[in-house]
């Protein structure tokens, strides 16, 4: 008779694999903000910085996008980058968090594929009307970049998935907590979106939820220093995160608070080093965008993220509200009430900061609302939509299957259909038409 403890871990094993295969096979890629990661992250394999001052060349034929140029302690973004043709280094206006995460990926990668030519020069000719396929297959980073990115994000995504189960199995039987984290992995933008790229939600995901398996366990909780820091270097609005989760541990595990701070500060520290020898300052200007408030805009950009045809969290992850039954219930009952309000704060915050992340930057990806404010909410199922899902004689268990089952119809067709993926600029680019988040006659799901 098998242990509990192997049963786990053939059950952990099983999700990893089925996720990094499925979501790797998956037709649609969308590098786009993302566009840089590869090259970062070759760049310091092969120059030990992150400058992508050797790719000039493929800078201006993208027309700048996503950089920025430092020169003289100033950052000149975007369009403007183009000042750096006359002195200055190139560098993308995003984090440095994906990256430094993909670089790993790429240098294995890379020689995997180097020592595998001899099998995959032929395979390569015949692809030759493909040129980033076969740019891959000739084990080159660069001319393969899409690839390399949905490789990696698809391998960040099924960790994060095995991440989910190890939480859930803790108040569930293996079996269930794998549904829940089959439901993550299909039923939401982790695939849709998360695996499609290298964006910045994809390693967010993973290290968040590494917190939170972290803060499960009294033993653990310092390390989820580490998590909380590198969090914020992966995406800014992680610095609620950040603040949350040292408020949770100053109340709840005082005994272990310095070394948690430590750990934190030990990445913090890093990434303030790297911005004063790169840029000048502790900073980017990424980091210090500010949000347009109060702007009535901003309450209707709310309400679209959470109900709209074209962004709704609710329609195109719709089991996510059980999410918030769940959470009522946790309330109410008493348990584990400091972590419940934890979640609580998570969501909500979540909800205004990644909103006016995206309205800053001026870029919306379709799915991106969901992608951006499922996090919180999966973070909140071990205590929450466990119970509700799991209630199967309130009938709760049908209503949770089919609010599962539609949500993996709707982000199945982001992942293998690029004529929904590109609902973002057709027939009209939504960044320039913003009404068409409300246009229930053409919502991307239907297409």
Same mark, same amino acid.
């Given at each position: 008779?098998?242990?509990?403890?192997?049963?786990?871990?053939?059950?952990?094993?099983?999700?990893?694999?089925?996720?990094?295969?499925?979501?790797?096979?998956?037709?649609?890629?969308?590098?786009?903000?993302?566009?840089?990661?590869?090259?970062?992250?070759?760049?310091?394999?092969?120059?030990?910085?992150?400058?992508?001052?050797? $790719?000039?060349?493929?800078?201006?034929?993208?027309?700048?996008?996503?950089?920025?140029?430092?020169?003289?302690?100033?950052?000149?973004?975007?369009?403007?980058?183009?000042?750096?043709?006359?002195?200055?280094?190139?560098?993308?206006?995003?984090?440095?968090?994906?990256?430094?995460?993909?670089?790993?990926?790429?240098?294995?990668?890379?020689?995997?594929?180097?020592?595998?030519?001899?099998?995959?020069?032929?395979?390569?000719?015949?692809?030759?009307?493909?040129?980033?396929?076969?740019?891959?297959?000739?084990?080159?980073?660069?001319?393969?970049?899409?690839? =390399?990115?949905?490789?990696?994000?698809?391998?960040?995504?099924?960790?994060?998935?095995?991440?989910?189960?190890?939480?859930?199995?803790?108040?569930?039987?293996?079996?269930?907590?794998?549904?829940?984290?089959?439901?993550?992995?299909?039923?939401?933008?982790?695939?849709?979106?998360?695996?499609?790229?290298?964006?910045?939600?994809?390693?967010?995901?993973?290290?968040?939820?590494?917190?939170?398996?972290?803060?499960?366990?009294?033993?653990?909780?310092?390390?989820?220093?580490?998590?909380?820091?590198?969090?914020?270097?992966?995406?800014?609005?992680?610095?609620?995160?950040?603040?949350?989760?040292?408020? $949770?541990?100053?109340?709840?595990?005082?005994?272990?608070?310095?070394? =948690?701070?430590?750990?934190?500060?030990?990445?913090?520290?890093?990434?303030?080093?790297?911005?004063?020898?790169?840029?000048?300052?502790?900073?980017?200007?990424?980091?210090?965008?500010?949000?347009?408030?109060?702007?009535?805009?901003?309450?209707?950009?709310?309400?679209?993220?959470?109900?709209?045809?074209?962004?709704?969290?609710?329609? =195109?992850?719709?089991?996510?509200?059980?999410?918030?039954?769940?959470?009522?219930?946790?309330?109410?009952?008493?348990?584990?009430?400091?972590?419940?309000?934890?979640?609580?704060?998570?969501?909500?915050?979540?909800?205004?900061?990644?909103?006016?992340?995206?309205?800053?930057?001026?870029?919306?990806?379709?799915?991106?609302?969901?992608?951006?404010?499922?996090?919180?909410?999966?973070?909140?199922?071990?205590?929450?939509?466990?119970?509700?899902?799991?209630?199967?004689?309130?009938?709760?268990?049908?209503?949770?299957? $089919?609010?599962?089952?539609?949500?993996?119809?709707?982000?199945?067709?982001?992942?293998?259909?690029?004529?929904?993926?590109?609902?973002?600029?057709?027939?009209?680019?939504?960044?320039?038409?913003?009404?068409?988040?409300?246009?229930?006659?053409?919502?991307?799901?239907?297409?």
């Amino acid at each position: 008779m098998k242990s509990k403890g192997t049963e786990k871990w053939r059950w952990a094993l099983a999700i990893f694999c089925t996720v990094f295969l499925v979501h790797t096979m998956s037709p649609v890629a969308a590098s786009g903000d993302t566009r840089w990661t590869v090259f970062i992250a070759q760049s310091l394999l092969t120059e030990h910085n992150t400058n992508l001052d050797e $790719y000039l060349g493929l800078v201006q034929a993208s027309r700048y996008y996503g950089v920025e140029c430092v020169r003289d302690g100033r950052e000149f973004i975007l369009g403007d980058a183009k000042v750096c043709e006359s002195g200055g280094d190139i560098y993308s206006f995003y984090p440095i968090g994906g990256p430094l995460l993909a670089m790993p990926f790429v240098f294995l990668m890379q020689h995997g594929l180097e020592l595998g030519q001899p099998l995959l020069r032929p395979i390569a000719r015949r692809a030759a009307g493909y040129p980033m396929v076969e740019s891959f297959l000739r084990a080159d980073p660069i001319g393969g970049y899409g690839i =390399y990115e949905v490789i990696i994000a698809s391998f960040l995504i099924a960790l994060t998935s095995v991440v989910l189960f190890w939480i859930a199995v803790q108040t569930l039987q293996p079996s269930w907590a794998a549904g829940l984290a089959g439901v993550f992995a299909f039923g939401t933008s982790a695939w849709s979106v998360g695996s499609r790229a290298m964006f910045q939600h994809t390693p967010s995901m993973l290290v968040i939820s590494l917190t939170m398996l972290l803060l499960s366990n009294a033993r653990w909780v310092s390390w989820a220093g580490l998590t909380t820091g590198f969090a914020y270097v992966v995406r800014p609005t992680n610095g609620l995160l950040l603040v949350l989760v040292t408020v $949770y541990v100053a109340i709840e595990h005082r005994a272990v608070l310095f070394r =948690y701070l430590a750990f934190a500060a030990t990445e913090l520290g890093a990434f303030a080093a790297y911005n004063l020898g790169t840029l000048g300052h502790l900073r980017s200007a990424y980091y210090t965008l500010t949000p347009p408030f109060p702007d009535s805009r901003l309450f209707i950009a709310l309400a679209g993220n959470l109900v709209s045809p074209g962004r709704g969290l609710f329609v =195109y992850t719709p089991i996510l509200l059980f999410s918030i039954w769940g959470m009522l219930r946790a309330w109410k009952s008493g348990d584990s009430k400091p972590m419940t309000l934890l979640r609580c704060a998570l969501i909500g915050g979540h909800w205004l900061a990644i909103l006016v992340s995206d309205v800053l930057v001026g870029r919306s990806l379709i799915w991106s609302a969901p992608l951006s404010g499922h996090g919180p909410f999966i973070r909140a199922l071990p205590h929450t939509i466990v119970r509700t899902m799991a209630n199967r004689t309130k009938g709760t268990g049908i209503r949770g299957l $089919y609010g599962g089952v539609s949500g993996v119809a709707i982000h199945a067709k982001g992942a293998f259909v690029r004529r929904a993926y590109l609902w973002n600029t057709t027939p009209q680019n939504v960044d320039d038409h913003p009404e068409r988040v409300w246009d229930w006659s053409d919502p991307a799901f239907l297409r």
